[in-house]
């Protein structure tokens, strides 16, 4: 794993304007910077980002069981208990999950860490499967990339295949997203054209626009009923809203399905760390809450991380998007934090601190792509800060031997 300084290509500013890329820039700030890439090598990318994600999948999966068997842990999780059946009927039928994105600290010379799991409204996702393939192309034609170079992303191509499998032929999907936020708005039409490809009807909805059928069902600006709906709006806050006591009746189907709400929770990292304790992958991880007063279990967890947790740990609500209300410990004292009021009355976890590797001034984080069960890609996020946030630069990556 390197940073390498290339050049740009001509006129990629306004080829991503005309692309509806238009948060290349945000607030004078570049968000898309190819100024330089991270290269990796086949067996990097392969043995210590792909397969390992896909394992960190099938254990996450793992732990939704564990969750939605027992009272405690979703008590633990803050799921609401007048929705337990909703996520537990939801996987017991097999509500099909569509993508998700892990969150990892590497640096090219150790196991990649797994510091969260954005399993339920992940962004970033045109960046990562469109716009750096366009980069990668490019750039290869121009000759500052070798013919021999690749790129991990078959991220596209993944969601067109997973969505022809998990589809109800005759059901037109919507994409609710908040038609205002062009990132969120690039997300959905970038999944809406994996799934037109895939044969499917789709339609895009503001998640504004709606609303609820005489018949107690969901339907859209133009009232037409929504049988199948992809919305960009966490679980956490969908159990709470106004409409959550129509979720399990309006006949609606969820993607990502309600389960989901188990692994977009911080809370799933103590779960995880719980089911394997010492895991290559994984960091030691706590609910904050009970440190004070540890089971037997949790005592005996504690004492096999104590060396972890003592060079410094990580502060997270179990809810939060783009770092914010985490705080980083190093020696007793918080050396860096994200305030956010929106968040910070959630309860906190505590994590072991996997420093992210310094680059050039900027501290990456890979994120893998899940889509379905298998990791089908990655993309870079860097920032000067080692909290990455929602303004952090997206950078591309080639692969290199």
């Known amino acids: 794993m390197r940073k390498i300084t290339l050049p ?9 304007t005309t692309l509806g890329f238009t948060f290349a820039e945000m607030h004078g700030e570049p968000y898309w910077d190819e100024t330089s890439a991270y290269e990796f090598s086949l067996r990097e990318v392969e043995t210590c980002l792909e397969d390992p994600s896909t394992a960190l999948h099938a254990l996450c999966r793992e732990a939704v069981t564990v969750a939605l068997s027992s009272e405690e842990w979703l008590t633990r999780l803050s799921i609401p208990p007048e929705h337990w059946d909703l996520l537990r009927n939801s996987w017991r039928q097999g509500d099909p999950e569509l993508y998700g994105r892990f969150d ?3 640096d090219g010379t150790g196991p990649a860490k797994l510091l969260e799991y954005n399993a339920d409204t992940p962004t970033s996702l045109y960046e990562s499967a469109s716009f750096q393939w366009l980069w990668f192309e490019e750039q290869q034609a121009a000759g500052v990339l070798s013919p021999l170079d690749d790129q991990f992303n078959g991220i596209h191509e ?14 037109d ?34 998640l504004s626009d709606i609303g609820l059928t005489e018949e107690g069902q969901f339907a859209d600006g133009e ?21 959550a006591a129509h979720l399990g009746t309006s006949g609606a189907r969820f993607i990502e399905p309600p389960w989901k709400a188990i692994l977009s929770n911080k809370g799933l990292l103590p779960l995880l760390w719980e089911l394997e304790p010492g895991h290559p992958n994984l960091l030691p991880a706590f609910f904050a809450a009970e440190l004070n007063e540890p089971t037997p279990e949790v005592a005996r967890a504690l004492e096999m991380a104590e060396a972890d947790l003592a060079r410094g740990h990580v502060l997270k609500p179990l809810f939060s998007r783009e770092g914010a209300g985490i705080s980083i410990v190093e020696g007793g004292s918080v050396t860096d934090s994200v305030t956010d009021d929106r ?12 420093p992210l590797p310094e680059m050039q001034g900027f501290y990456p984080v890979i994120g893998t792509w899940i889509v379905g069960q298998t990791c089908a ?20 990556h080639y692969i290199r031997d």
């Open 8 to 16: 740009e290509r001509p006129g990629w500013r306004e080829r991503a």
């Open 104 to 106: 990892l600290s590497y």
């Open 158 to 171: 993944a969601l067109v295949e997973r969505f022809a499998e998990i589809a109800i032929r005759g059901t």
């Open 173 to 206: 999907i919507h994409f609710a997203a908040d038609r205002d936020n062009p990132e969120d708005y690039a997300t959905v039409e970038a999944l809406a054209w994996a799934a037109r490809e895939a044969k499917l009807g789709a339609h895009f909805v503001d």
């Open 223 to 243: 009232s037409r009923v929504i049988g199948t709906l992809f919305k960009l709006y966490p679980w956490e806050d969908m159990l709470r809203d106004d409409f």
């Open 343 to 354: 968040y910070s009355h959630h309860p906190m976890i505590v994590q072991a601190l996997a």
């Open 377 to 396: 890609g990655m993309g870079l996020r860097e920032d000067r800060a080692r909290i990455t946030n929602n303004l952090s630069r997206f950078k591309p």
